[in-house]
């Protein structure tokens, strides 16, 4: 588990410079504080920063070359078949001088070209540049657990793990305010876009090859595709089948010569990743779990209860009400863009102390989004309530509930039509909500769009599944890089077992029954795993990963002051916001009006990530060896 940096130029001749190179790549120190390399040839350069997973010796040292020095290898991830791929590559005469599963990769690329991919059973991001015909090849995994970022101009093609390496190299970290709306509406930008303009996301299950200046991208992995194989033989057990599978994923993402551990939270999802870890592992693994003085949103109570049932060694983390403004600064600072989910400051929280006693957590990410977790998608599933419901939108009944999940289906009911059901299914605000805040009118996003019609291709007249496709696409991929980035800027690698392809793949392709037996949500997995949970686990409400940040906003004295500013913050000032609009939302919301918070939080992670990111890079920038 690494950071990866490069230039590749245009002039395949052209020399890169060393001290660019050094400045991309420690840029990056934090994912990988063990070790750190570059290679500088003929028309591009490479950086790595390495977090010693597998073969803790230095014959991992990255960039890695092939055995003959044709191909230079800067590989950020985990392939955690890797040693079966090994042994197929060793019949077919292959030696190897190191154990780690970058080489194995190299070797792959070496022998088979792009094609190698849909070998592979992990999370990565990489480059490879071959010397001899001057061409660069990266690539991302099938659901983008691991990111690449990257930016193209006349002169070269400027990559790497986190957009402050292309910002190291002197990329201008510029607000890109087309996507304002998106960030309101959604929270985070999807598709290659970000929020800066010029630089973009290698979308997941994608790959690049870049030539003299020619860049070509192509989808290696489709989902749509891949569900309609499965279909031709599904197992005839599908609890029996996901129990066995989900177990041999937990089981490959133990491999790692250093401790892993698992983020536990108490819920459905992490508790079965710890019952599965600690089935094959036996007494003492380490569990690590979110408390909060709000019993509202404390589920460390049903963490203790996996943690005694198991054997495991529990941890508890609070964070301080005096802390949260310094922690939302710097994870703003380690994502490099807004916070979308809000409890990214925990996580990083959590992955500090856990690097203590681990260098690998494994998480419960992507079970809501694969096996029917939200409690938003329930609905979809009974298209004829929902006209009716749309029906008393239509008539006013709205306007008596003033909060919950039913006044905001109802609230969703009003943009009408059934797309908007599944393409707003994740917000908190919709577009007609905020066209009073003098934002221009723009087009559906190109991305969200294509997504949204190939789920309507894989499931013609399944509500609840064109929004978990789409979700997969588009949601799951933000909560991802939150993953990613929490847990790398404490030097710490996260795996998630749920999104091992095969599951991916297989539970797309079963019928609906089998994801809703019973009306439960995630049954399947319920019954997978039921006699391996507390009872209390078992029956547990849903409450995901929740922070009681309407409190803090009002109550902790400089997180209300952030929130009295936000009219004025520079990020604002700047934007095409109507300023007024937004003063009243402020006022509303600090008086005790709680249906502002989506828009007054919105703005405020917006600011301090303008503030954390943009702001301060731009001296950084200006320092950039060019």
Request: a neutral charge.
């Amino acid at each position: 588990m690494c950071g990866f940096c490069g230039v590749m130029t245009v002039d395949p001749t052209a020399t890169v410079s060393r001290a660019q190179i050094v400045g991309m790549r420690d840029s990056l120190e934090h994912r990988g504080p063990d070790d750190a390399g570059v290679h500088v040839g003929p028309g591009a350069g490479l950086g790595s920063r390495r977090l010693s997973i597998v073969d803790l010796s230095e014959r991992g040292h990255m960039p890695m070359a092939s055995e003959d020095g044709r191909y230079w290898i800067a590989y950020n991830g985990e392939v955690y078949n890797y040693r079966e791929l090994r042994a197929e590559l060793q019949a077919r005469g292959h030696t190897f001088r190191s154990n780690t599963d970058t080489e194995v990769v190299l070797a792959l690329y070496a022998l088979d070209g792009p094609k190698m991919l849909s070998k592979l059973n992990g999370m990565f991001g990489f480059a490879i540049w071959d010397s001899r015909e001057r061409t660069g090849f990266l690539a991302r995994d099938r659901l983008g657990v691991k990111p690449v970022y990257y930016h193209v101009d006349h002169e070269a093609l400027r990559f790497g793990s986190e957009p402050k390496a292309l910002f190291a190299a002197g990329v201008d970290p510029a607000f890109d305010h087309d996507t304002w709306r998106e960030l309101i509406c959604f929270r985070y930008v999807t598709g290659e876009r970000t929020p800066f303009r010029g630089i973009k996301s290698l979308l997941p299950g994608h790959y690049m090859t870049w030539r003299a200046g020619e860049l070509r991208i192509t989808r290696w992995w489709k989902l749509a595709d891949r569900i309609a194989e499965r279909r031709e033989s599904l197992p005839r057990d599908p609890v029996a089948w996901f129990r066995d599978i989900f177990d041999d994923s937990v089981g490959l993402r133990r491999i790692a010569d250093v401790p892993v551990g698992v983020m536990l939270s108490g819920g459905l999802d992490s508790s079965a990743v710890a019952a599965s870890l600690a089935n094959m592992t036996g007494p003492g693994a380490h569990g690590f779990t979110v408390a909060f003085d709000e019993s509202t949103h404390d589920e460390a109570p049903f963490a203790r209860q996996v943690v005694k049932r198991w054997d495991m060694i529990g941890h508890e983390i609070r964070i301080t009400r005096s802390d949260l403004l310094g922690r939302l600064r710097q994870a703003s600072r380690l994502l490099d863009a807004p916070l979308a989910h809000l409890n990214d400051t925990h996580m990083l929280a959590l992955a500090e102390v856990a690097k203590a006693h681990v260098k690998v957590l494994l998480s419960g990410e992507g079970a809501d989004e694969t096996l029917n977790g939200y409690i938003r998608y329930q609905p979809l599933r009974f298209p004829r309530l929902l006209a009716a419901a749309a029906h008393a939108s239509a008539l006013g009944v709205g306007k008596y509930m003033k909060r919950g999940r039913a006044q905001k289906l109802l609230r969703l009911l009003g943009e009408r039509g059934t797309r908007p059901l599944v393409q707003y299914n994740a917000c908190e605000l919709f577009p007609s909500e905020i066209a009073h805040l003098g934002l221009p009118a723009a087009d559906d996003d190109p991305f969200r769009t294509a997504m949204l019609d190939e789920a309507q291709t894989v499931y013609p007249t399944d509500l609840l599944r064109q929004a978990m496709y789409l979700d997969q696409h588009t949601f799951l991929t933000s909560l991802l890089d939150r993953n990613d980035r929490m847990t790398m800027g404490a030097s710490i690698e996260c795996r998630v077992p749920f999104l091992d392809y095969r599951i991916v793949e297989t539970v797309g392709a079963l019928p609906t029954s089998a994801l809703t037996q019973g009306g439960i949500r995630k049954s399947i997995l319920r019954r997978a795993a039921m006699r391996r949970l507390p009872i209390a686990v078992q029956l547990h409400k849903k409450w995901g990963f929740g922070i009681p940040w309407t409190t803090y906003f009002r109550e902790v004295p400089e997180l209300r002051r952030e929130v009295e500013r936000l009219p004025e913050c520079e990020a604002v000032v700047s934007s095409p916001l109507d300023r007024s609009q937004l003063r009243e939302a402020v006022t509303r919301f600090l008086a005790g009006d709680t249906s502002a918070f989506s828009l007054v939080s919105r703005l405020l992670m917006i600011s301090i990530w303008h503030d954390e990111t943009i702001a301060r890079a731009r001296p950084d920038r200006a320092a950039a060896v060019m």
